[in-house]
């Protein structure tokens, strides 16, 4: 298993500014993902984090809006950046474990965040 | 294009009956699947899986079934217990492919007592 350590949990931002989540996971992982879960809707992904690359950023995600960094392999931060009340989400980052055909996904607490 | 899709957002069921929420796909390569429990405030937590060589993985009261043919996987949940009221979400792995997960669009499952 892994655990996962998200922070901040929640936070009211005001339109127009910038928000930082960060990632902590108790053990070195290769990749990093960050999901998205509008109200009432599946978990998107974001993007990928690979440590000492750039993350790969899925359809309709944004570097510019949604910078990554990943500076070691048990952290990671999302910023979400010049924020709109569109972007009130959780905001979830995740990491893999597979073993032959089991493959298993492991959550932060996620970080709801309400753009006001 | 959803490739992993929950066509009941929500199903309601007294305790100690049976729940069953479903999950369709579309993307043949899919081959390892899995259900996730997701409690507000709280990140999703995996419940069971099931790879494509088989049809039914049991775990407790949980009980995944796939039917390939059909690209059709279903959770069963006997007996219910209000505990169990969460958001369930599918999702669905190509190995060898980045292993990323596709997430359903999830369901909201609220047992009575």
């Known amino acids: 298993s892994a655990v996962i350590s998200q922070k901040p949990s929640r936070d009211i931002c005001q339109r127009g500014t910038s928000l930082t989540i960060q990632c902590q996971v108790d053990?070195?992982?290769?990749?990093m993902f960050w999901y998205r879960q509008q109200p009432g809707q599946s978990l998107t992904l974001i993007a990928t984090a690979n440590q000492g690359s750039e993350a790969t950023y899925e359809s309709g995600f944004v570097i510019d809006k949604f910078p990554i960094s990943r500076p070691n392999l048990t952290f990671s931060t999302l910023t979400v950046s010049n924020m709109s009340p569109e972007d009130s989400s959780i905001y979830l980052c995740?990491?893999?474990?597979?073993?032959?055909?089991?493959?298993?996904?492991?959550f932060g607490q996620g970080t709801r965040l309400t753009v006001v | 294009d959803q490739q992993v899709k929950q066509n009941s957002p929500s199903l309601s069921v007294q305790e100690g009956r049976i729940s069953i929420l479903n999950c369709d796909y579309t993307n043949s390569m899919f081959d390892y699947f899995l259900w996730y429990k997701k409690y507000p405030a709280e990140g999703p937590t995996f419940l069971i899986s099931i790879s494509s060589i088989k049809d039914k993985n049991e775990d407790g009261r949980f009980t995944v079934f796939l039917n390939k043919s059909a690209k059709h996987l279903s959770l069963h949940i006997v007996p219910s217990q209000p505990g169990d009221s969460a958001v369930y979400f599918c999702a669905a792995v190509v190995h060898n492919a980045g292993n990323m997960l596709t997430f359903g669009g999830g369901t909201r499952l609220m047992v009575k007592p």
């Open positions: 995740s990491v893999e474990r597979s073993a032959g055909w089991s493959t298993e996904a492991f």
């Open positions: 053990s070195q992982v290769t990749m």
